[in-house]
């Protein structure tokens, strides 16, 4: 064994830097090699840009999102130039007419159909495309989840972009006049970007599904894949996913098309960059058998050795998709409520989007902002499911049990049932149980000192992790001091990058090491006693982990698993290694070996959910990190003997000393002659240099502390929102200062915490208002707005229960109105009339609903306002609140003279003044007897 130790532990220190930095390379870059030629992708990235031109101002607005819509469905019922039958011709590979875009007497799209085309004599149906313009139903309201029983939207239009494009068997039976249409492959991308941002939101997945969509067409026309294809571009998603329950519920063309569906693949986008994700999953259909039309084109299509595969698993091989994957990502983020994919409920489905990042709802959502590579990994996953499923036997995934899936090392999906999970901890718990058994049964380790181990890990844990919520907290006010981040939002900072997770990870090492020397003293207890407590403890959370979040067991689980057979074998071959090895089995820090083979995962996992939850959260991770390094630092006095010796070979440290020394001097008459003198001299020595666990520990936590400071400074590209985000409804707060009208009292409010820092440099008067969580300052009147503020009237009809609104610029505001002040059952129905449109009516059927939420479209048609009419035999009075909001008025808002000083200021800098706008809102509200 001799220099082992020479070869060894350099191994352990490399393979953990090693794997460590290939989780965090792994999750945050994915393939990039485009399956499409050049000139494809130049193409998709042009569509992206004239979608998004397609948003003047860069505002989602109702009447600017119907642009894109248009730009989208025009850009596919493009006519293409194609060579057939030997000579070249024009072709509308698309078809497209308006007769179908509108919805019947009942509200429903059930007239699109598949357009023809005349093939040797017969009608052959051809891909279509069709706009279904629908106005949101009641029921269709109801059944959306998340939506308060009591919130209505009122004459509230959405625009889906609707693609269906008929597989071989379609064809067939469209010819044949029969009804055995083929099954469906359903994709579904949301086009309509949040209020008061960028605007660009999901165009890349949007234009990534476009173009694969353009070249299954034409392929279509030649040699058709057995199952349909349909592509949903929704409208209104980001504001709570109307679009999409508005297709699944009020769209019943192409012979009822969503009922065909057996495998449906939606794509978000959180950030503007990054690897796409697998995030969800719904039916999962593990491993389920597969039958193939063509198998043989199948097999080379995705380089499959076997037919043994499910929606989830059958990700292998596609390009694109070999990203990151993480079911405990998707447990997280995806509870939101805010994705398309919830309309695939019984349906088996996969979510793919990319992770939360800073310009993500922002005014920085912009076309120059996206990452090439993104739009890339879209456009190959779209291809590679669109050539995977083509020929798929549907059917075979009808049926299917709950899974979790995650990637390792940015290979496909690994997928696990979660019966697996559920053994896994039934396995951890016998393993437990045998590790005790064992300890009291052969004593070779003390039950008591590996009980005591779990007590000092458990409180170096706790103790650590308080610590770390103190450097966080001191972290914030360094940041705040140097005006990187409001001292107020430190409950919503999502500043999370590589850097920043790394040196937090490496500060709580650094503080854990100093907890284990103190805890070890104080309990009397050696570090590998603490390590086989760590390895016990460790196994305990990962049990209940497997079957409390199955979908995160594959976090702990394999680890657990690992550490806890280690346990055992050293305990059985301790005395046979030492007799054969000479030192003792501890020595090779085994426990850590599991760790380190897991090192992929728990940074991969780390660096995803610090990406989309607050910062305030690291110190939960550092938890987490401690089971993980459990096994390792309560080893830190092992340390002190190689670290003594490294220091011992540094320069020996020179220190200057004031000495008395004897000397012979030549009298200065006398030559030759010499006399003794005592002179003080400084003379310099050298002495090895000796190290102590407190130099490295204070030396290594304000190093790390430094570079957390500097990565979590310079992270993120200054200008870059990193805190209260917002919802579509909210979205009046990004970025602007807005004037508040409520009830006669008018304010200034800005709870954008990013902006603020640019606002208080030349505006004074701000203070925070925690009630209202924002900066306040008392504004003065502004024109004429306080003066024609919204007014509600009771209607002067006889017989009639209602009231009419009217407001300033109706057709440019945002209107929620609330009914309240009557008793439950007591309001049957409400009429909503919005000038010239048709009356829009909804009954009241709960009779436990003692007020209303109506939310009208952005921009009321009629200039002289709106009314509303009320049922009820038993309502005599209503109390309206109206909630009027303005969008973006920083380029033509002249009446604020603390806004036209920003604009001044920070005229010659349109990067900052891109990010700063103005926008209004009224509160206003009366009582209405009838």
Not at 2 to 8: D, Q, T
Not at 576 to 594: M, Q, S, T
Not at 647 to 656: E, F, G
Request: glycine share 8%; net charge neutral; hydrophobic share 45%.
């Amino acid at each position: 064994m001799k220099g082992f130790k020479w070869v060894y532990y350099p191994v352990l220190v490399v393979l953990t830097a090693v794997f460590l930095t290939l989780g965090f390379v792994s999750v945050n870059f994915g393939d990039t090699k485009s399956v499409f030629p050049s000139a494809v992708n130049s193409q998709i990235e042009q569509d992206i840009k004239d979608m998004a031109e397609a948003r003047p101002n860069s505002v989602a607005e109702e009447r600017y999102t119907r642009q894109v819509a248009d730009k989208l469905r025009s850009r596919l019922a493009a006519t293409e130039k194609l060579t057939e039958g030997g000579e070249e011709k024009s072709v509308s590979i698309i078809r497209y007419t308006s007769a179908y875009d509108n919805p019947d007497d009942d509200g429903l799209n059930s007239r699109a159909a598949y357009l023809t085309e005349a093939v040797d004599g017969v009608s052959t149906a051809r891909p279509t495309v069709v706009n279904q313009n629908a106005v949101l139903l009641p029921d269709t309201v109801k059944r959306i989840p998340g939506l308060d029983d009591n919130v209505y939207y009122a004459d509230k239009q959405v625009k889906n972009v609707v693609l269906a494009i008929p597989g071989a068997a379609t064809i067939e039976a469209k010819k044949n006049g029969t009804q055995n249409y083929g099954d469906v492959v359903m994709f579904t991308a949301h086009y309509d970007a949040k209020l008061a941002t960028g605007g660009v939101s999901n165009l890349q997945a949007v234009a990534a599904m476009l173009e694969v969509a353009r070249q299954l067409a034409v392929k279509t026309r030649t040699a058709p894949y057995k199952n349909d294809f349909l592509f949903v571009f929704t409208d209104a998603s980001e504001e709570a996913l109307l679009g999409a329950y508005a297709f699944k519920y009020q769209f019943t063309g192409f012979d009822n098309i969503f009922s065909r569906v057996k495998a449906g693949f939606n794509f978000e986008k959180a950030g503007a960059g990054g690897p796409v994700m697998l995030t969800a999953a719904a039916q999962y259909s593990y491993d389920m058998p597969e039958t193939l039309v063509n198998s043989d084109a199948a097999e080379a299509r995705r380089g499959a050795k076997n037919n043994n595969s499910g929606i989830l698993n059958m990700l292998r091989g596609i390009g694109g998709a070999n990203g990151t994957a993480s079911s405990l990502y998707g447990g997280i983020y995806n509870k939101t409520g805010l994705s398309d994919f919830e309309i695939y409920d019984g349906i088996p489905a996969l979510n793919f989007s990319t992770r939360d990042g800073a310009t993500a709802g922002t005014r920085l959502d912009t076309v120059e902002n996206l990452d090439k590579k993104t739009t890339v990994q879209y456009a190959n996953l779209v291809d590679g499911i669109v050539k995977y499923l083509g020929d798929y036997a549907l059917d075979k995934l009808s049926e299917g049990v709950p899974a979790g899936f995650f990637s390792y090392l940015g290979s496909a999906p690994a997928v696990y049932p979660y019966a697996v999970s559920y053994a896994l901890g039934a396995i951890l718990l016998a393993l437990i149980a045998a590790a005790v058994f064992c300890m009291v049964w052969t004593k070779k380790y003390a039950l008591f000192g590996v009980l005591f181990g779990i007590v000092v890990q458990l409180l170096a844990v706790a103790a650590t992790t308080a610590a770390m919520y103190l450097i966080f907290l001191l972290l914030s006010l360094v940041l705040s001091g140097f005006d990187v981040l409001n001292p107020h939002s430190m409950g919503t900072f999502v500043l999370s990058n590589p850097g920043v997770l790394i040196a937090f990870m490496l500060l709580a090492a650094v503080i854990s090491a100093m907890f284990y020397l103190v805890l070890k003293r104080m309990f009397a207890v050696k570090a590998p006693n603490v390590a086989r407590g760590n390895a016990l403890l460790f196994g305990f959370v990962a049990a209940i982990v497997s079957f409390a979040a199955p979908s995160a067991a594959y976090l702990f689980a394999f680890a657990a698993l690992g550490q806890m057979a280690v346990l055992l074998a050293s305990m059985f071959f301790k005395d046979a290694f030492r007799k054969k090895a000479g030192f003792d089995i501890e020595r090779l820090f085994l426990y850590a070996v599991p760790v380190i083979l897991m090192l992929p995962l728990l940074a991969a996992e780390l660096s995803v959910l610090s990406s989309v939850t607050a910062l305030v959260m690291l110190p939960v991770y550092t938890a987490v990190f401690m089971l993980f390094a459990g096994g390792i630092l309560p080893y830190i006095d092992y340390l002190k003997k190689p670290i003594t010796w490294l220091v011992a070979k540094l320069p020996q440290r020179t220190y200057r000393e004031r000495v008395m020394v004897t000397e012979r001097r030549e009298d200065a008459a006398k030559k030759g002659k010499f006399t003794k003198v005592e002179v003080e001299k400084v003379v310099k020595n050298k002495i090895p240099r000796v190290y102590a666990h407190a130099h490295g520990i204070t030396l290594g936590a304000a190093a790390f502390f430094i570079m957390l400071v500097l990565c979590s400074a310079f992270g993120h590209p200054a200008g870059e929102a990193r805190s209260s985000d917002f919802a579509y409804a909210d979205g009046i707060y990004k970025d602007s200062m807005v004037y508040v009208w409520d009830n006669g009292a008018a304010s200034l409010e800005i709870r954008d915490l990013d902006s603020y820092k640019y606002y208080r440099q030349y505006i004074d008067g701000f203070s925070w208002d925690g009630g209202r969580g924002a900066y306040v300052k008392t504004a003065p009147s502004m024109g004429g707005y306080p003066a024609t503020q919204p007014t509600v009237n009771k209607l002067d009809e006889t017989g009639v229960k209602g009231f009419s609104v009217t407001a300033p610029d109706l057709g440019s505001s945002l209107f929620t109105l609330t009914l309240s002040g009557f008793s439950a059952g007591d309001l049957d129905k409400v009429i909503v009339k919005n000038g010239d449109r048709e009356a829009y009516e909804f009954e009241v059927e709960n009779s436990e609903l003692d007020s209303v939420v109506i939310r009208l479209p952005y921009g009321i048609d009629d200039t002289n306002g709106f009314t509303v009419k009320l049922e009820g035999a038993a309502i005599t009075s209503v109390t309206v609140d109206v909630d009027q909001r303005r969008f973006n008025l920083g380029e033509t808002n002249t009446q604020s003279s603390d806004w036209e000083k920003i604009r001044s200021e920070y005229s010659n800098d349109p990067a900052i003044l891109s990010l700063l706008n103005f926008s209004m809102r009224f509160y206003y509200n009366s009582t209405i007897t009838f």
